[in-house]
């Protein structure tokens, strides 16, 4: 994984949507203030963040990977339970340092920790939220397109990509506005089906399409 500091989140939830957050796409600050005064602790900073800027938006919080909705936040021991993988297969927490854990079992958790820490983390999930299905237009370009992993490297080179998210199995990459290529590895090795487009225009990305022989998904 390449260690990076992320940007503030209020730019990258900014450049997602191509504008900046409104009070309409958050939860206000009295909606956080009963869920921390329900749980008995407060809602760590990261995450009161992420919330109160898009906690009403189904894209990001809800497009791949599924956030708790604010009344359903819960504590298991010291860790606050916030997010839920797309298929229930596992869950993650966060704790008072802003650490993120792991488990794959709900009833007798096993936790284990993240490499990166709570604003790192919701910075990679926000873009794959995008990625995997908040933006509605997505296309790929099968791995039979390339023959040499140097092949991918050229594409992504002459697209101008900039690496966004490159942890364990993931790299997102940015290819102007509101546009990602993104792609699951193994050790390096591209995964099937291959690379993907993900764009918020129709126009832009029926360009890209067009430009870098990516297929509609339709």
């Not at 909606?31 to 407060?42: F, T, V, W």
């Not at 958790?109 to 604003?119: I, S, T, V």
Request: net charge negative.
């Amino acid at each position: 994984m390449t260690a990076f500091t992320p940007p503030p989140l209020s730019d990258t939830l900014a450049w997602l949507l191509g504008r900046p957050v409104s009070a309409e796409d958050g939860l206000t600050e009295d909606e956080l203030a009963a869920a921390s005064h329900r749980l008995g602790c407060q809602v760590p900073p990261a995450l009161h963040a992420y919330y109160a800027a898009v906690g009403r938006r189904t894209d990001l919080m809800a497009g791949f990977q599924r956030f708790a909705p604010l009344q359903d936040l819960e504590c298991l021991g010291d860790k606050l339970l916030f997010l839920e993988e797309n298929q229930a297969v596992c869950w993650w927490a966060t704790d008072a340092q802003q650490r993120v854990w792991q488990t794959t079992d709900l009833d007798a958790p096993d936790w284990h920790e993240e490499d990166l820490g709570l604003d790192a983390f919701l910075h990679t999930i926000a873009y794959y939220q995008m990625a995997q299905g908040g933006y509605p237009f997505c296309g790929v370009r099968a791995c039979h397109g390339f023959s040499t992993q140097g092949d991918l490297a050229a594409l992504l080179h002459a697209m101008q990509a900039q690496a966004v998210v490159d942890v364990a199995g993931l790299r997102i990459f940015t290819v102007g506005p509101q546009a990602l290529v993104w792609y699951l590895h193994a050790e390096g090795e591209l995964a099937e089906p291959g690379l993907f487009l993900s764009a918020l225009d129709a126009d832009r990305f029926e360009a890209l399409c067009a430009q870098w022989d990516f297929d509609d998904l339709g």
